[in-house]
């Protein structure tokens, strides 16, 4: 077990921020006299000091007095802490000192107002208690949390309930208990938020015991949600109080809490300016008066983006905070990633729906390659029956499928409880996600609660997803040569590919929780008879006996990547690193194999670099002279040849807009049986100012006055696009007007409203942004600007080619902008890298041109729809490799006319 350490920070005193102003008048009280709450204290709970101040003359006890003080054990040195105000009238101030070792604590405390100072000193025991303790990263094992005090891994099992604190006191207390009896650990608790009755279109209202307003400050009006007269100066004591009650009451329940200081998008988000003075003086206040409550984190401000720029807000504004709180708890900013940053403790994303096993572990990928690795949380993947497309879409069982999928990655996960069952709405027993209430009939929660026995039942925190290690659709995670556990979306078998030994196996139903015994595994290949049924089920394998190992490496596959110039083997366990990376011990007929290099964390992979393999044809490669890293090493003499090659592309899509009128235009494309054409929908227009003869005869005409004009491809979610490893999207684009709606006008876009699928769209600077299974804001996979000009005219010397290129499979570089005109061949503007993995299965229910698709499109979204012509949309993809990504010269002959082979 780890020995509980002391986390020493130092926190710079900032004078606005914690009210060091004198006040001009008269500046010294009759008397300050202190009192301690106790003599000791357990570790990781708190000794409260309490100042009371006889006579204040102080005009705002917030800002014109301050009360700071540092503690430490005795002989070391001590750590700076921030006291508070907790009185409207100045008579009360208090600073608390939560110790992380046991032992003797001194303190020292200073009250200062003006040029009066009044200082202390004392102490107070620490025993312990075996409490757990803060919440810190692994250092071990990094992608995962630990309790500081015990030692213990802590596996987050969350749900939302943003606005709990509107309640009354008892049924906070009510739905604490209740969460807390149903697994959950983490809650997402907002400190402010103001919103209109049913908010989010859920049927929650103001009234009786609730409220949908939070007032840390005091208000003139508060019950006006819109101008509630806040002044920021002046906090609100009663409402903190509340706050730390809930705080200490969850606590006791090994609860923990995410702080959230404000939620955007809704009604006045918030009422300071980002980076002013009455900012600073909010966070500090909240990290003094909350800091010293061992079961909290940070979220700076959830969906901030709204309101705040991206990423220079948090990454500003999150070190303060660390700065400011001595205990050092885990602090982030819900929606949005920062990599390579230090403030950060953990990554809070907002990620919709299925797809999530591939989703987090690109996510993790891009974690590594900053340089910092921190837990991954899924803080949402969509709330139960929240914005439903069709029956299922977001129901109990979509949404538990998630937070598997999300287990399995690595990461961790927060749900949302259906908010169905309404606040001040018959029948007035719920509130869900909304406000964290709710009743028996809500069930989300009883089955995670198989999900949290069966990672728990094993060290899942030494495990990592390994997606090659089980035939898919299984999805692995593993810790080579001891466990192995696979996600079965749909029953059936498995084949699993695992090192010498023996394992025990058996399944666990997702939906029951309850085990099947199967028969023992043994190296390197084992099968599964199938499951009892064709519900979601995981295997666990666990080694059972050593066995010493005599089989060599086993290779399981090669994929081809980078349009072919590389190739990616898998073996079934970590190869010896000489013989794996000699270019001599893999061979391929007619080619050459340059080089072989280990790639990736965990030694079972290895990329060669080729040359000349070309689309369409089936090669072998032939592997000898690979070793595995057992004491002695056993070599891979010869294997079977493992068979491959780079696919064609399929055409997926294909509008080439040359009816010139009516309603439809075709789809030329192979997949045109199931989704024949796209309807021309809100005004769509025809026009024949085309690029040129390789253009065709005529294009569509978006108009530039916002509206819901769209080209929507009837047959539904267009499913070809589910899985894709691969893809290029080609088009001519002639922009009349480039002012944009908020993310972006709308190219072409399967994605389900920010989800599964993907998203190209064009920004007002005239550049192209692209996303796959998430929103496109504030991604780094944007071309250069101003390679889509606008012309009011739309001439024909206005229209640009343009080809944007994604590959799953390859190491860097996953995104490619090519841009040309009717003159100029495509050439290549810039490549990004930006591994997320394969496109989701769940996509939006139409491919649309144009605009949003119909998982989003509302008449409060009219102004994200390209204004201007669009002619010649292409979709090519690949769902086994990277053949999807075309080269420069596939998409040379494309803005020619020509076809591709």
């Not at 920021?232 to 959230?260: G, N, P």
């Not at 950060?344 to 919709?352: E, H, V």
């Not at 596959?557 to 083997?569: F, M, Q």
Request: one cysteine or more; aromatic letters at 10%.
């Amino acid at each position: 077990m780890k020995t509980p350490t002391f986390c020493w920070r130092v926190s710079l005193l900032i004078p606005l921020a914690m009210g060091l102003v004198a006040h001009t008048g008269r500046a010294a009280p009759m008397d300050v006299a202190l009192e301690q709450s106790s003599e000791s204290c357990q570790v990781y709970y708190f000794v409260e000091i309490t100042l009371r101040v006889d006579g204040p003359d102080v005009a705002n006890p917030f800002i014109d007095a301050a009360v700071t003080g540092s503690f430490g054990p005795e002989g070391a040195d001590p750590v700076a802490v921030d006291g508070f105000c907790d009185s409207m009238d100045g008579t009360l101030y208090r600073i608390r000192f939560m110790p992380q070792s046991p032992g003797t604590h001194a303190y020292s405390v200073t009250y200062r107002q003006g040029d009066f100072q009044r200082s202390f000193e004392g102490s107070f025991q620490a025993t312990d208690g075996g409490r757990k303790g803060i919440l810190r990263v692994d250092p071990e094992h990094p992608w995962h949390f630990i309790w500081e005090g015990t030692g213990e891994h802590f596996f987050l099992n969350g749900t939302t309930t943003y606005y709990l604190m509107g309640w009354d006191e008892r049924t906070i207390q009510e739905s604490i208990d209740r969460l807390a009896g149903l697994g959950v650990n983490r809650i997402r608790v907002l400190l402010y938020g103001r919103n209109h009755d049913r908010p989010w279109g859920q049927p929650v209202v103001t009234g009786g015991d609730f409220a949908l307003h939070l007032e840390p400050w005091v208000a003139e009006r508060p019950n006006d949600i819109e101008d509630p007269g806040f002044d920021l100066t002046r906090f609100d004591v009663d409402f903190w109080r509340k706050y730390e009650r809930m705080l200490d009451y969850a606590r006791e329940r090994d609860v923990t809490v995410s702080v959230i200081f404000f939620i955007g998008g809704q009604v006045l988000p918030t009422p300071f300016a980002e980076g002013s003075e009455d900012e600073d003086r909010y966070y500090r206040y909240g990290v003094a008066r909350l800091g010293a409550f061992s079961n909290i984190t940070w979220d700076l401000g959830n969906e901030h983006d709204f309101h705040r720029t991206y990423p220079d807000w948090a990454n500003t504004l999150g070190p303060k905070v660390n700065d400011w709180d001595p205990y050092g708890h885990l602090n982030s900013a819900h929606n949005k990633t920062f990599r390579g940053v230090d403030w950060i403790g953990m990554q809070l994303i907002q990620r919709w729906d299925l797809g999530q096993y591939e989703y987090v572990i690109g996510q993790r990928e891009q974690q590594a390659e900053s340089g910092r690795i921190v837990p991954q949380v899924i803080e949402e993947y969509g709330y139960e029956d929240l914005w439903e497309n069709y029956p299922g879409h977001r129901d109990l069982d979509s949404r538990r499928r998630c937070a598997w999928e999300i287990y399995f990655a690595g990461g961790y996960q927060i749900t949302g409880e259906s908010a169905r069952r309404g606040t001040g709405v018959e029948p007035d027993s719920g509130g869900g996600w909304v406000n964290g209430r709710g009743d028996d009939t809500m069930i989300l929660l009883e089955f995670h609660q198989p999900m949290v026995d069966f990672f728990t039942s094993f060290p899942w925190w030494r495990c990592a997803p390994m997606p090659d290690l089980a035939s898919a659709p299984g999805k692995c995670l593993a810790e080579p040569g001891q466990r192995y556990a696979v996600y079965l979306p749909g029953g059936g078998s498995v084949t699993v590919y695992i090192e010498a030994g023996q394992y025990s196996a058996r399944a666990m139903n997702c939906r029951t929780g309850e085990w099947v015994d199967l028969s023992p595994a043994t190296a390197p290949v084992y099968t599964t008879s199938p499951m009892p049924d064709t519900g979601d089920w995981a295997l666990l394998l666990n080694r059972t006996a050593e066995a010493a190992d005599t089989s060599p490496p086993t290779p399981v596959s090669v994929i081809p990547a980078e349009g072919g110039t590389e190739l990616v083997v898998t073996f079934a366990e970590p190869v010896d690193p000489a013989t794996a990376t000699d270019p001599d011990h893999y061979a391929i007929d007619g080619l050459t194999v340059e080089s072989a290099e280990l790639v990736g964390d965990y030694g079972h992979r290895v990329l060669l670099t080729v040359s000349g393999l070309e689309r369409g044809r089936d090669y072998g490669l032939a592997i000898s002279g690979v070793a595995d890293r057992a004491t002695p090493p056993n070599v891979l003499m010869e294997h079977e040849s493992l068979g491959f090659g780079l696919a064609r592309p399929e055409l997926l899509l294909s509008l080439s807009f040359e009816e010139g009128g009516g309603d439809r235009a075709a789809n030329d494309a192979p997949t045109d049986a199931a989704f024949p054409f796209g309807r021309l929908i809100g005004g769509v227009r025809w026009s024949d100012q085309v690029a040129g003869p390789q253009a065709g005869a005529s294009c569509i005409d978006m108009g530039i006055e916002p509206a819901n004009r769209a080209v929507d491809l009837v047959g539904g979610p267009f499913r070809p696009v589910g899985g894709l490893g691969s893809f290029t999207i080609t088009g001519w684009l002639n922009s009349r007007d480039n002012t944009v709606g908020p993310g972006g006008n709308r190219i072409l876009t399967t994605i389900n409203h920010g989800a599964d699928g993907f998203d190209l769209v064009m920004l007002g600077d005239g550049s192209l942004q692209l996303s796959v299974n998430q929103w496109p804001d504030g991604l780094p996979t944007r071309s250069s600007p101003g390679k889509v000009a606008a012309d009011p005219d739309a001439a024909t010397s206005n229209w640009t080619f343009f080809a944007v290129t994604y590959d799953s499979t390859a190491r860097h570089d996953n995104v490619h902008f090519y841009f040309g005109d009717a003159d100029t061949p495509a050439e290549r503007d810039v490549s990004i890298d930006y591994p997320v993995g394969v496109v989701g299965s769940q996509v939006g229910p139409s491919a649309t041109v144009g605009n949003f698709n119909l998982a989003t499109r509302t008449d409060g979204t009219s102004d994200r729809m390209f204004r201007g012509l669009i002619d010649e949309i292409r979709l090519y993809g690949s769902w086994d490799d990277g053949a999807g990504a075309l080269g420069v010269e596939d998409l040379r002959r494309i803005q020619a006319g020509e076809e591709i082979g």
